[in-house]
């Protein structure tokens, strides 16, 4: 395997060994075998993270963005935050529940709540709380389906508020008790 074709399989596989492992185990043993080094997976991180940019730029779909997130969760900084909030308003609208309801899931993170996953945590973690409260605003939106008859998802946008209430409780983003009861029941 060449320097190049390295490249091209890491950023196939979205920057993620785990991906590459299970997508292309062949060439991930080969590609174990270059000994990329940290600092050439970063340059190769930051082209794929522009490629994917300009990508939402042009089709605006929702995806994007959550992919931008996973590749881009590990630096936590400004810069990235600015990014992925850029991202995040050029997402194509409108979207259906079920999309809106994962890119939710994004911003308020994928893992158990105590470890502080998600675009809200890390806004607030480097000391941008006015994003965090603009991130927690955008997220109540798009948890917002009053006609929503899917049951399964309606447990898990019941879910995601409970969620959100604990970390505008935890962060003390100021909301105010009667602007949130439009989104849910405390």
Known sequence: ????????????SDCSHFIMCTNYYSSYIQY???EISKEQEIIWKKEKVRMLSLEIRKTGDYRIFNRLYDI??????????????DTLKRIRKPITA????CVAETILGRK???????LIYWAY??????????????????LHHP????????????RLRRLCKNIILELE??????YLKHYYNF
């Open 147 to 158: 006609d929503l008859s899917d049951e399964k998802l309606e447990k898990q946008i019941r």
């Open 72 to 85: 881009t969760e590990e630096f936590h900084n400004y810069e990235y935050l600015q990014l992925l909030f």
């Open 173 to 178: 983003l100021n909301f105010s008790g009667k």
């Open 112 to 118: 158990a709540a105590k470890n502080r996953s998600g």
């Open 98 to 101: 079920d999309q809106s309801v």
């Open 125 to 142: 973690d480097i000391g941008q709380k006015a994003i965090a409260i603009v991130l927690m605003d955008q997220v109540l939106e798009f």
């Open 1 to 12: 395997m060449t320097i190049q074709e390295a490249r091209e399989i890491y950023l196939k």
């Open 32 to 34: 174990k075998r270059q």
